[in-house]
Every structure is written in C-alpha cells, then in structure tokens.
C-alpha cells in the first residue's frame, strides 16, 4: 500500500470533508476578518503577499484550500502571526 499525498485539488477523504470544509469555512471567516481590521482590498493584500487577487477571493469564498506558504505570507501582510491567526481561526469553527 502505497502513501497518498495530498494536494489542494485532491478531495478529501469522504469521512473527514465536512471538517475540511468546516475548516475552510473558518480560515475564510478569519481572512475576511483580518481584513477587515486593517481595512486592507483584496487586491492589496494580494499584491503585498505575492499571490494574486483571485487566490484571496479563491481563498475568502470557500473554493480554495490556503497553503502554508501562502497563510504565511498573509499574514505577514496582516501584521498577525500565523498561529494567533490559526488560533483565531479555530474559534471561528466553534461557532
């Protein structure tokens, strides 16, 4: 039996989707929230973090899985930390 890497167009594994989209759903909330504190565009915050607009809309409406490296990289740009935003974020799925 081989090991499954997992990528951002891999589905998740059917018993563990609605936490992966609930997650989702929570890192999106938080985006959009961080956002907000700041009072930063989209495309601001896309250009300042090296990813492009239509990832952060990607990204804050459900349709798109963050990586680490991008997660990173905004949130240098939101001026929080990734585990405080991760932190954050996890509350948001207690809602």
Known sequence: MGIMIATMDTPAPQAGRSNVMRARKAVAAQ???ERARIDISQ????K????GTNTIRRI???ERAITLDQLVAICDVLGVSFTRFLDDAQAHMRE
């Open 31 to 33: 985006l959009r929230s």
């Open 43 to 46: 495309a601001d915050l896309a």
């Open 48 to 51: 300042s973090a090296g990813l």
């Open 60 to 62: 804050e409406n459900e």
